[in-house]
């Protein structure tokens, strides 16, 4: 084999020892050889005798052997350790060309890599990049150097020394793990991209260049850099979409309970620290997305957003800290988070900026909208322990807000809570009654001006609580509305009026048509077997058709008016007779009112009241007796307390009457007495329900 002029790394005297050939080894033994004669000549004389005795001689060939013999060994033993070393230098050699094979196949993949590859070798200072790492950057081939520098002066310092102390500890323990991490380095066009690095100590190189064993430190490292700033733009968006309203871009509710709890930790810290929250109604949304599409709802929506980031922004009279912020939680419930204010009554000044922001036009594609906001305000003055506390209270807040009639602003306070809280007790216990069956009904007489005669009543609903005790029909009224716990109800009250009026109907054959006035809820309006379950319970209590008849309020036939006119007319094909409650209230049109079909009118109390002390409400009253005889309808007044009250119907020609006058509510046992006494005798000491 030849290995040219290159030792390929041994040592020179293994070298030297390797070259030694055969006919050298026998020049040695010549050599030797004369050595010995050189001793033995003397033992033989000039004329051929031996000079030397024999035992001399004889140890003179036994040495003469000995070194022959010697020189055999040695001559075997340098050809053996010949072998062993050009063996040694063909497997080095091999081994080199395949270090260079993959150095070359390193470099290929490198060069193919999508990501981009770091080299830093600490003892020759120098450092390598790949196309690759210089290309995720926008940067040329030769636009970057070999320094590290190129590295670190493009990440922030404390990464920058961060990244150095990791690589520098990879190649000085070689047995920890290889280094993962998350790094920004900035790019040419100055934006930061966001790299996965993973770096491992190059053993291979050291162990190469006679640095290092295969667990021992080394000078050189290996970093591999991927571009993950796609991956890191996805997971902001998908925390951004977390925390945000993807409809106005505001904060959402989890990211408004994180502030806030943060700002309740701060207070419990800090006694001078003060926030505040701000819940917002926007007064005109419904309508606008039910009239307009919930397209233009939502352009408002986004408005009002836009709205309030400009108050927040506006720091003119107020400071507003950059904790502040507003959010949308759904819908049209917007609240603002008011953090680190210098004074409390700070509050109160940006909702002020806030309702004249809100109370501008609103332009949405053409339809401009104009409206006034109610706001709720609660301060941490409370003691608060959870988001949802407050929450819950400026909520109340907000709600009794809304319950005026223009841009209301309502400060919570803790009987606001005291009053839910008996609220949701009520609806518990009414729920329960309903279950019970704890309800019984009163009844109303109702008499005609014209003859003095007892014409009927009006079936009326009570409650008496077994702790509470008569309960006022206005605290359970709504609130079995909103529950939907009037539709069993007003059935029950239906029931029991038909089979009270069959029963006297029996027992007082020869008293005049009794007729029962029972009311019909907008909720039950809104029932799909309204119709049936009338004719139902008419049919079981065997009453004739024509003398029941059903109250609905003026504003609950004006909301309902589509969907109840062909049950009404249903309902008149069954013979019942249909009756606008509270007349005047509300917001029907006198010219649609003869599409209803209807047969009484029952003004409202408030006109008789003030029917004495107020010319206009005789007028007004005068006006709806004419307008409903002329369109063929009688007309009932209620709330008659005083004789003048009564004189007064009388002269305005009305057909009926009742109220506290006559009598008050009775039970089914005084009513029947009422009956056999009937008349316009004043029961002053009639049973009170």
């Known amino acids: 084999m030849t290995l040219g002029s290159s030792n390929h790394g041994l040592p020179a005297e293994a070298y030297d020892r390797a070259a030694m050939s055969p006919s050298r080894s026998a020049g040695m033994c010549v050599v030797g050889c004369a050595v010995v004669w050189m001793f033995a000549r003397p033992a033989f004389g000039s004329d051929g005798q031996a000079g030397w005795p024999a035992p001399t001689l004889a140890v003179c060939l036994a040495a003469l052997t000995a070194i022959?013999?010697?020189?055999?060994?040695?001559?075997?033993?340098?050809?053996?350790?010949?072998?062993?070393?050009?063996?040694?230098?063909?497997?080095?050699?091999?081994?080199?060309?395949?270090?260079?094979?993959?150095?070359?196949?390193?470099?290929?993949?490198?060069?193919?890599?999508?990501?981009?590859?770091?080299t830093w070798d600490e003892s020759e200072n120098r450092v390598t990049y790949s196309a690759q790492w210089k290309s995720m950057l926008g940067y040329l081939e030769d636009e970057i150097?070999?320094?590290?520098?190129?590295?670190?002066?493009?990440?922030?310092?404390?990464?920058?020394?961060?990244?150095?102390?990791?690589?520098?500890?990879?190649?000085?323990?070689?047995?920890?793990?290889?280094?993962?991490?998350?790094v920004r380095v900035r790019a040419k066009d100055g934006g930061f991209?966001?790299?996965?690095?993973?770096?491992?100590?190059?053993?291979?190189?050291?162990?190469?260049?006679?640095?290092?064993?295969?667990?021992?430190?080394?000078?050189?490292?290996?970093?591999?850099?991927?571009?993950?700033?796609?991956?890191?733009?996805?997971?902001?968006?998908?925390?951004?979409?977390a925390f945000h309203d993807k409809l106005t871009g505001l904060p959402n509710r989890a990211l408004l309970r994180d502030r806030i709890k943060s700002s309740i930790r701060r207070s419990k810290r800090r006694k001078e620290y003060a926030f505040a929250l701000l819940a917002l109604d926007f007064k005109r949304f419904?309508?606008?997305?039910?009239?307009?599409?919930?397209?233009?709802?939502?352009?408002?929506?986004?408005?009002?957003?836009?709205?309030?980031?400009?108050?927040?922004?506006?720091?003119?009279?107020?400071?507003?800290?950059?904790?502040?912020?507003?959010?949308?939680?759904?819908?049209?419930?917007?609240?603002?988070?008011?953090?680190?204010?210098?004074?409390?009554?700070?509050?109160?000044?940006?909702?002020?900026?806030?309702q004249e922001k809100l109370s501008k036009p609103f332009d949405l594609n053409g339809h401009v909208v104009?409206?006034?906001?109610?706001?709720?305000?609660?301060?941490?003055?409370?003691?608060?322990?959870?988001?949802?506390?407050?929450?819950?209270?400026?909520?109340?807040?907000?709600?009794?807000?809304?319950?005026?009639?223009?841009?209301?602003?309502?400060?919570?306070?803790?009987?606001?809570?005291?009053?839910?809280?008996?609220?949701?007790?009520?609806?518990?216990?009414?729920?329960?009654?309903?279950?019970?069956?704890?309800?019984?009904?009163?009844?109303?007489?109702?008499?005609?001006?014209?003859?003095?005669?007892?014409?009927?009543?009006?079936?009326?609903?009570?409650?008496?609580?077994?702790t509470r005790g008569r309960v006022r029909p206005d605290l359970f009224i709504g609130a079995a509305e909103e529950l939907g716990l009037i539709v069993p109800i007003g059935r029950f009250v239906l029931e029991t009026a038909c089979e009270q009026l069959r029963r006297w109907q029996k027992r007082f054959p020869k008293?005049?048509?009794?007729?029962?006035?029972?009311?019909?809820?907008?909720?039950?309006?809104?029932?799909?077997?309204?119709?049936?379950?009338?004719?139902?319970?008419?049919?079981?209590?065997?009453?004739?058709p024509t003398t029941l008849k059903l109250e609905v309020t003026e504003s609950a036939i004006m909301d309902q008016s589509q969907a109840f006119i062909p049950r009404m007319h249903e309902l008149r094909e069954l013979g019942v007779q249909l009756c606008m409650d509270d007349f005047g209230t509300g917001h029907s049109s006198l010219s649609s009112l003869h599409t209803f079909p209807i047969q009484v009118l029952k003004i409202d109390r408030s006109f008789i009241v003030n029917m004495g002390q107020q010319?206009?409400?005789?007028?007004?009253?005068?006006?709806?007796?004419?307008?409903?005889?002329?369109?063929?309808?009688?007309?009932?007044?209620?709330?008659?307390?005083?004789?003048?009250?009564?004189a007064q119907l009388q002269a305005l020609d009305c057909d009926y009457a009742q109220g506290y006058y006559f009598s008050r509510p009775l039970d089914a046992k005084a009513a029947e007495e009422y009956i056999r006494n009937q008349g316009l005798a004043k029961l002053s000491t009639a049973e009170a329900a």
Not at 202 to 208: C, E, G, K, T
């Open 511 to 544: 008293q005049d048509r009794l007729e029962v006035n029972v009311n019909l809820s907008k909720r039950q309006l809104t029932q799909p077997d309204l119709v049936d379950m009338v004719r139902g319970i008419v049919n079981d209590s065997g009453i004739d």
């Open 193 to 241: 991209r966001w790299m996965l690095c993973r770096a491992m100590a190059d053993h291979d190189h050291a162990i190469q260049a006679n640095e290092a064993q295969p667990d021992g430190p080394t000078s050189r490292v290996i970093a591999v850099f991927s571009d993950i700033t796609h991956l890191k733009e996805a997971q902001e968006q998908l925390r951004n979409d």
């Open 145 to 182: 150097g070999d320094s590290l520098d190129e590295l670190f002066n493009r990440m922030d310092p404390v990464e920058a020394s961060l990244l150095r102390t990791d690589l520098l500890y990879q190649m000085h323990h070689p047995h920890c793990k290889p280094f993962r991490g998350e």
């Open 286 to 354: 419904k309508v606008v997305n039910d009239s307009l599409g919930h397209e233009v709802g939502d352009l408002l929506l986004t408005q009002i957003a836009e709205r309030l980031r400009q108050t927040l922004r506006e720091t003119d009279t107020v400071s507003v800290e950059v904790g502040s912020m507003a959010a949308r939680l759904g819908g049209d419930e917007f609240v603002i988070l008011l953090d680190d204010l210098a004074n409390r009554d700070d509050a109160h000044l940006i909702a002020d900026r806030v």
């Open 370 to 466: 104009q409206s006034k906001a109610s706001v709720g305000i609660v301060t941490n003055e409370g003691s608060y322990d959870h988001p949802d506390q407050i929450l819950r209270d400026v909520n109340l807040a907000m709600e009794r807000a809304k319950e005026g009639d223009g841009a209301e602003r309502v400060v919570f306070d803790k009987a606001m809570h005291v009053d839910v809280l008996a609220q949701m007790n009520l609806e518990s216990d009414l729920r329960k009654a309903v279950e019970d069956g704890s309800f019984h009904v009163v009844y109303q007489p109702i008499l005609s001006l014209t003859s003095g005669k007892l014409a009927g009543f009006e079936a009326l609903v009570r409650w008496d609580h077994p």
């Open 615 to 646: 010319v206009e409400f005789s007028a007004v009253t005068q006006a709806i007796v004419t307008l409903s005889h002329t369109l063929k309808m009688s007309v009932v007044a209620e709330g008659i307390e005083t004789a003048e009250q009564l």
């Open 68 to 118: 022959a013999l010697w020189l055999s060994f040695v001559t075997r033993r340098l050809r053996a350790e010949r072998r062993r070393l050009l063996s040694r230098c063909e497997s080095m050699a091999a081994e080199q060309l395949h270090h260079q094979a993959c150095d070359a196949h390193w470099e290929s993949v490198v060069d193919a890599s999508q990501d981009g590859v770091m």
